[in-house]
């Protein structure tokens, strides 16, 4: 058995070693944008083109929480559902893409949902 507290103090100096490491792209990244001697107006900048997006998968789970019901209940559509991109087993759930269970969400429950799933950033 490990020491709790072992293991926040390791957590703790991994997020530090994470941030040192952002802190030194960050800088990076402000001298690629603002090169030195040249006020900002007169710079231009170039932005890299977005990478193609992730697909989304979720679980029934979700679905149900954006529905406000519970898993079990959600359980009773899945057979007009789209079918499961990733089927779950031993233990693991079944993951959707949400770009094909959004309609059936938006038609079945008369949802208003995003294009992108909410918890996704990117």
Do not use: Y
Request: charged residues 25%.
């Amino acid at each position: 058995m490990s020491d709790p507290m072992s293991e926040v103090a390791q957590a703790l100096e991994a997020m530090r070693v994470e941030l040192v490491e952002m802190r030194r792209e960050l800088a990076r990244l402000r001298q690629e944008v603002r090169p030195a001697g040249l006020p900002m107006e007169q710079q231009t900048l170039t932005f890299p083109s977005p990478a193609p997006a992730a697909e989304q998968l979720i679980t029934l789970d979700q679905m149900a929480a954006l529905c406000r019901m519970a898993k079990r209940s959600m359980e009773r559509h899945r057979p007009r559902m789209p079918a499961p991109r990733i089927k779950g087993s031993n233990g693991r759930p079944s993951l959707w893409a949400w770009a094909e269970v959004r309609p059936f969400l938006v038609e079945r429950f008369g949802l208003d949902v995003p294009e992108r799933f909410p918890s996704f950033a990117g």
